[in-house]
């Protein structure tokens, strides 16, 4: 066989009328126990393909098919593949509007290629998160960050708009999506599908307790200025059972559970949000409804956590 930088030389050979295959290398196929049978990782990186052992059960290596899910779930679906895997995904028989939902999703991650044929329509995830440089990630945030100020400042001068601020919100989304990818990665280092479980679930839980902390600086906020409100107590209550759920859901994570709790989330935020800004609203009865909807906010993510971790690894 012959030899060349430090490897061998091997011809490309057919299998069957359309399949090429090369052979592995005895030695390194010996090394590593290898099996007919056993998965391995394929990474294209440019002109070259790396070859990898599977290590356990890697939730994140096989494609996954849906079917019967709306444009809505989709766009949250591809949130959940893209940080949580797995890299493949094929929607079977798409609802109208899946694919335009998809491609425009795909549009504030990097690495995402959206596709449709005969089958369905086609997600994948070509970021490779064992090489992502996390201080390159930084930076790139540490960059949106500096620009989304001085975007700020030009719409208060009048010299932005909605269209200025949209593009540099997809240029943080993007780079917010890549450290997330990045973070449960390495949180989750030859996984298994317990591991990614209590993984995500702890995660799930900082946000969580995140929640928690901003009630408590609402209320810390109401003592110290001495705001009484009956209308927002009231509607506190209904909060608080939703907190709750929400709680249970992070613990327990259901799929249904999680519709129904983004569903109850979204509306909640939206009404506290219209409140805070409502000029019938006191000043400062409208910074703490400003901070209960970060909070809310807060469980919307915890939430979406729980969704995944239900939705990829079957814990419903």
Same mark, same amino acid.
């Given at each position: 066989?012959?030899?060349?930088?430090?490897?061998?030389?091997?011809?490309?050979?057919?299998?069957?009328?359309?399949?090429?295959?090369?052979?592995?290398?005895?030695?390194?196929?010996?090394?590593?126990? =290898?099996?007919?049978?056993?998965?391995? /990782?394929?990474?294209?990186?440019?002109?070259?393909?790396?070859?990898?052992?599977?290590?356990?059960?890697?939730?994140?290596?096989?494609?996954?098919?849906?079917?019967?899910?709306?444009?809505?779930?989709?766009?949250?679906?591809?949130?959940?593949? /893209?940080?949580?895997?797995?890299?493949?995904?094929?929607?079977?028989?798409?609802?109208?509007?899946?694919?335009?939902?998809?491609?425009?999703?795909?549009?504030? =991650?990097?690495?995402?290629?959206?596709?449709?044929?005969?089958?369905?329509?086609?997600?994948?995830? =070509?970021?490779?998160?064992?090489?992502?440089?996390?201080?390159?990630?930084?930076?790139?945030?540490?960059?949106?960050?500096?620009?989304?100020?001085?975007?700020?400042?030009?719409?208060?001068?009048?010299?932005?708009?909605?269209?200025?601020?949209?593009?540099?919100?997809?240029?943080?989304?993007?780079?917010?999506?890549?450290?997330?990818?990045?973070?449960?990665?390495?949180?989750?280092?030859?996984?298994?599908?317990?591991?990614?479980?209590?993984?995500?679930?702890?995660?799930?839980?900082? !946000?969580?307790?995140?929640?928690?902390?901003?009630?408590?600086?609402?209320?810390?906020?109401?003592?110290?200025?001495?705001?009484?409100?009956?209308?927002?107590?009231?509607?506190?209550?209904?909060?608080?059972?939703?907190?709750?759920?929400?709680? =249970?859901?992070?613990?327990?994570?259901?799929?249904?559970?999680?519709?129904?709790?983004?569903?109850?989330?979204?509306?909640?935020?939206?009404?506290? !949000?219209?409140?805070?800004?409502?000029?019938?609203?006191?000043?400062?009865?409208?910074?703490?409804?400003?901070?209960?909807?970060?909070?809310?906010?807060?469980?919307?993510?915890?939430?979406?956590?729980?969704?995944?971790?239900?939705?990829?690894?079957?814990?419903?």
């Amino acid at each position: 066989m012959a030899r060349t930088l430090g490897g061998e030389v091997r011809r490309v050979q057919r299998l069957g009328s359309s399949s090429l295959v090369v052979t592995l290398p005895k030695s390194w196929v010996k090394a590593l126990n =290898l099996k007919p049978g056993d998965p391995v /990782y394929v990474v294209v990186e440019g002109r070259s393909v790396r070859v990898m052992p599977v290590e356990g059960e890697h939730v994140g290596s096989a494609a996954l098919r849906l079917q019967g899910v709306s444009a809505e779930e989709a766009r949250r679906f591809l949130w959940c593949a /893209y940080v949580i895997g797995p890299e493949e995904v094929l929607v079977e028989s798409p609802s109208e509007g899946v694919y335009e939902a998809l491609r425009e999703a795909a549009l504030n =991650l990097v690495g995402v290629e959206v596709s449709k044929d005969e089958d369905g329509v086609r997600i994948s995830v =070509l970021v490779d998160p064992s090489r992502l440089d996390p201080k390159s990630s930084i930076r790139a945030i540490a960059g949106d960050l500096e620009e989304i100020v001085k975007g700020l400042m030009r719409v208060l001068r009048g010299e932005a708009g909605l269209e200025d601020v949209a593009t540099l919100k997809r240029s943080l989304s993007r780079s917010l999506a890549l450290v997330e990818r990045g973070l449960l990665a390495s949180l989750s280092l030859q996984p298994s599908r317990e591991s990614m479980i209590l993984v995500n679930t702890l995660v799930a839980a900082n !946000f969580l307790g995140l929640a928690a902390s901003t009630f408590a600086e609402a209320a810390e906020r109401a003592a110290e200025r001495g705001v009484k409100n009956d209308e927002i107590a009231g509607e506190l209550e209904s909060l608080a059972r939703i907190a709750m759920e929400a709680a =249970l859901n992070v613990a327990q994570p259901s799929l249904k559970r999680s519709r129904d709790l983004l569903e109850a989330l979204g509306k909640a935020r939206s009404s506290v !949000f219209e409140k805070a800004f409502s000029s019938d609203t006191p000043k400062e009865a409208s910074l703490i409804l400003a901070i209960i909807g970060e909070a809310l906010k807060h469980l919307q993510v915890a939430t979406t956590i729980s969704y995944c971790t239900a939705r990829i690894l079957g814990n419903t």
